[in-house]
């Protein structure tokens, strides 16, 4: 009798270890997006270190801030609940539960005490650059306008409860730079004649009219015409013009696949196409870039996007097409953007951040090319969507966040694809985007 009870005991034994054995699935917790009232541009979220930072502006009462949107891995749970937290004077944790539980950091950051210009106008004015960095308002005036004699429309800045002299309404003659005090910060406006505005002549990418095209492989003298692909320029090392195609033209047994190309024809160029294809079982985006590919194949690659860059644009222009197939039962979208970067440290130590960002993603289709002009936001702008922002974690592109917007840049990104996820190798199968002509405005 006592056997039997012992081998009961011990069977039931092993079966309680059989369920316990069986493992969760690992789902990390993340914290996906992060919005509070009165914030300053994006959350900066960092999976690497589980935290959030958050800046509102100066003066701003930390201890009554209202989260007012937040997103999180699909089905995780959150605590304490964000919509009943208000006081973020001191770090607040937060616990995100999936079948684990990781704890997140949320800081808020009040900025320095700064003057931000929301908008200036003046009597007879055709444009104005408001340069937050070097705190100058540059103004274009239309030839017959008096400046001497011109009368300020707008004056919109914050925080707009801090006084300024002189007074702006009372100014009329901006035949020299005016400065604006602050609270000893100084703000600068320059007027000047349309007839007397040029634009200045800044550095562009080499090939970047498109008009010019490499058809080969790595070497100049591969003969097989599946590893072969077509890349702006005239040569493969003399261009900063990079596809995805090149990595696939690297397989063992290579498929000949064609997501970038010149048509109707190289001879008889009038755009490039880009076109996301499926090779293999994989989905191949039309991607073209500047920067380099490493690796081979469809998967097994590494783009390490950009190329050295110093000079300061203000927006870039191009003109595209875009023709969106059904994904993921909507429709695809197309990104094009550029970023400038600042770049520290070598190798493994290297650091890179965010200096400006340039962004077009649209999901509509277009009958007909249309001219894109974008203008390059600087810094954590309010104006920057969630998926335009820099993260350490991102594995293709990562960034260490924004570098100081007085800085220079060191490096420029151009990217161009017919589907938005195409680095993830998903996309509707059939987009394509319509490439004329890229140029860096200054």
Not at 191 to 207: N, S
Not at 219 to 226: G, L, R
């Amino acid at each position: 009798m006592k056997k039997i009870i012992l081998l009961l005991t011990v069977t039931l034994g092993l079966g309680a270890c059989i369920k316990n054995d069986i493992p969760f699935p690992y789902i990390f917790g993340k914290i996906i997006s992060f919005q509070l009232e009165e914030q300053s541009g994006n959350a900066i979220i960092s999976e690497e270190d589980q935290s959030v930072e958050i800046r509102v502006p100066y003066g701003t009462d930390r201890s009554a801030l209202h989260v007012t949107g937040i997103e999180l891995t699909e089905e995780a749970t959150i605590t304490p609940d964000p919509f009943e937290v208000t006081d973020y004077t001191e770090d607040v944790k937060f616990v995100i539960s999936t079948y684990q539980e990781y704890e997140w950091t949320v800081s808020v950051i009040e900025d320095d005490f700064d003057i931000v210009f929301h908008n200036f106008e003046i009597e007879g004015q055709i444009s104005a650059d408001i340069n937050q960095s070097n705190y100058t308002i540059d103004v274009v005036i239309e030839d017959n306008a008096d400046i001497k004699n011109l009368t300020i429309k707008t004056f919109h800045y914050a925080p707009e409860d801090v006084p300024v002299v002189p007074y702006p309404y009372d100014v009329r003659d901006f035949s020299e730079g005016v400065v604006f005090i602050f609270d000893e910060i100084e703000w600068t406006i320059n007027v000047t004649y349309q007839d007397g505005e040029t634009e200045r002549i800044g550095d562009q990418i080499l090939y970047s009219d498109f008009m010019t095209w490499y058809y080969g492989g790595r070497k100049s003298n591969e003969a097989n015409n599946s590893r072969k692909f077509y890349i702006p320029g005239e040569d493969f090392e003399g261009t900063p013009w990079r596809t995805g195609d090149v990595g696939a033209a690297d397989l063992i047994i290579p498929t000949g696949v064609r997501t970038v190309y010149p048509s109707p024809s190289e001879e008889e160029y009038e755009y490039t196409t880009l076109k996301t294809t499926s090779a293999l079982g994989v989905v191949a985006a039309g991607s073209l870039f500047v920067g380099e590919i490493q690796g081979s194949g469809l998967t097994n690659v590494r783009t390490d996007f950009g190329i050295p860059f110093t000079d300061q644009p203000k927006s870039f222009e191009t003109d595209i097409q875009y023709i969106p197939a059904p994904y993921n039962g909507n429709m695809d979208q197309c990104d094009v953007y550029v970023l400038l970067q600042v770049r520290e440290g070598t190798g493994e130590d290297e650091k890179r951040y965010r200096l400006a960002t340039a962004w077009f993603r649209s999901d509509e289709k277009m009958d007909a090319f249309e001219n894109i002009n974008l203008p390059f936001l600087y810094g954590n702008h309010n104006d920057l969507a969630p998926f335009m922002m820099p993260s350490s974690s991102n594995e293709r592109m990562p960034e260490h966040g924004f570098a100081s917007s007085d800085q220079e840049p060191t490096h420029i990104i151009v990217v161009y694809s017919s589907s938005f996820d195409g680095a993830n190798f998903r996309g509707g199968v059939g987009s394509e985007l319509r490439v004329k002509d890229f140029q860096l405005k200054y």
